[in-house]
């Protein structure tokens, strides 16, 4: 019930134009991790394979840490809900060719039809109403993760097909790259 208050609370900011955030240095990389380990560490997820995978230099984003967590926490929760537990959910982290910040969810899941994609970030919003009995959700957690990610000045990019999977990907301009680990640790 508190999951589901703080999420509705979440998008009310995120509709009214009043979520704030707390922008500072952030490694990409570490958060990723620790976001996994906080996945992980959930009662209903914690034998699940996740991997993470990509580059092997990962960036430094001026973002909100919190909000960053709350976004991967949403797409890994999405991954596993609409998956096999035996199926491995994958983040990945790329650079697009116009110098995007991907991280990507991808999961061998139930999938969506491009009619779902194209609904799949209004609130509330389950594709069918046996679904939400069957996976237990409120139809949040996308408009949250697009909400979100837009206040970062990015974008939220949902690659789906039924039976097959999904990989949703939030992808952040190359204005949020700051300071690399190095820089920073030799500015201290």
Known sequence: ??????????????????????????????????????????????????RVTGQL??????????????????????????SDPDKPIEVRYDTSSDGEIMISVIDQGIGMAPEQISEATRPFYQADSRLSRKYEGTGLGLSIVSGLVECHGGRLI????????????????PEVICLEATEITEAA
């Open 57 to 82: 230099r990962w960036p430094w984003l001026l973002a909100d840490e919190r909000a960053m967590r709350q976004v991967l926490l949403n797409l890994l929760s999405n991954a596993a809900k609409f």
């Open 158 to 173: 949902i690659e789906s097909q039924p039976d097959i999977g999904s990989r949703i990907s939030v992808a952040f301009p």
């Open 1 to 50: 019930m508190l999951e589901l208050v703080n999420d509705v609370l979440t998008m009310a900011k995120l509709d009214a134009g009043r979520y704030e955030l707390d922008l500072a240095p952030m490694n990409l990389h570490d958060t990723v991790d620790r976001t996994v380990t906080i996945f992980r560490g959930t009662t209903a997820f914690e034998r699940r394979e996740i």
